[in-house]
T-cell receptor, first 116, second 118 residues
Framework: DAGVIQSPRHEVTEMGQEVTLRCKPI?????LFWYRQTMMRGLELLIY????????DSGMPEDRFSAKMPNASFSTLKIQPSEPRDSAVYFC??????????????FGPGTRLTVL | DQQVKQNSPSLSVQEGRISILNCDYT??????FLWYKKYPAEGPTFLIS?????DKNEDGRFTVFLNKSAKHLSLHIVPSQPGDSAVYFC?????????????????FGRGTQLTVWP
């Protein structure tokens, strides 16, 4: 398996523009997570899905952020409008529920977002 | 509010010596703890974990120790190698049932940059 795939790897945009980050989880995994990494806050969970259904979006910073998972192999995280403080590395991760290591999550390489 | 804290942002160790990375947590409901390693331009990768019913778990050069009464865990790397240079994240999970799903949501620390020099 190719692992978790994220695109784009780098995104530079101007304040006010819409940004869409994409993720393809590992085939067969039924949980998908979106994280954001910043120097100040480290790795923080934004939202996670189980079987394509959003379970907990309490980490989404504000209404400018939205996430969807239309099917088991694809998810998007959208920021509209983007602001400079959204600059961070965004990671997608997936995992399979159940078993002794059910909490092990597999991370993608991340998307480095810069909002000018 | 950080429920998982890694108070040392960096650690520098000579090759062959022991590296000890520390982590503290505040939530007594956490029942599973993990360490992830992250290289630049890559996502974090799972390294080792420990259940709250144990106080030690060993995997090769890596050992994780858990002190529940102190709400403290540590990762020992012996012997340290230059290839171990990376950011290490401590993570903790609490099991809860949410809409019929049982999942441990992970809470991460801010990470510790380990540098192993020759």
């Amino acid at each position: 398996d190719a692992g978790v795939i994220q695109s784009p790897r780098h995104e530079v945009t101007e304040m006010g523009q819409e940004v869409t980050l994409r993720c393809k989880p590992i085939s067969g995994h039924d949980y998908l997570f979106w994280y954001r990494q910043t120097m100040m806050r480290g790795l923080e969970l934004l939202i996670y899905f189980n079987n394509n259904v959003p379970i907990d979006d309490s980490g989404m910073p504000e209404d400018r952020f939205s996430a969807k998972m239309p099917n088991a192999s694809f998810s998007t995280l959208k920021i509209q409008p983007s602001e400079p403080r959204d600059s961070a590395v965004y990671f997608c991760a997936s995992s399979s529920g159940g078993g002794a290591r059910h909490n092990e999550q597999f991370f993608g390489p991340g998307t480095r977002l810069t909002v000018l | 509010d950080q429920q998982v804290k890694q108070n040392s942002p960096s650690l520098s160790v000579q090759e062959g010596r022991i590296s000890i990375l520390n982590c503290d947590y505040t939530n007594s409901m956490f029942d599973y703890f993990l360490w992830y390693k992250k290289y630049p331009a890559e996502g974090p990768t799972f390294l080792i974990s420990i259940s709250s019913i144990k106080d030690k778990n060993e995997d090769g050069r890596f050992t994780v120790f858990l002190n529940k009464s102190a709400k403290h865990l540590s990762l020992h790397i012996v012997p340290s190698q230059p290839g171990d240079s990376a950011v290490y994240f401590c993570a903790a999970s609490e099991v809860r049932v949410d809409r019929g799903s049982t999942l441990g949501r992970l809470y991460f620390g801010r990470g510790t940059q380990l540098t192993v020099w020759p």
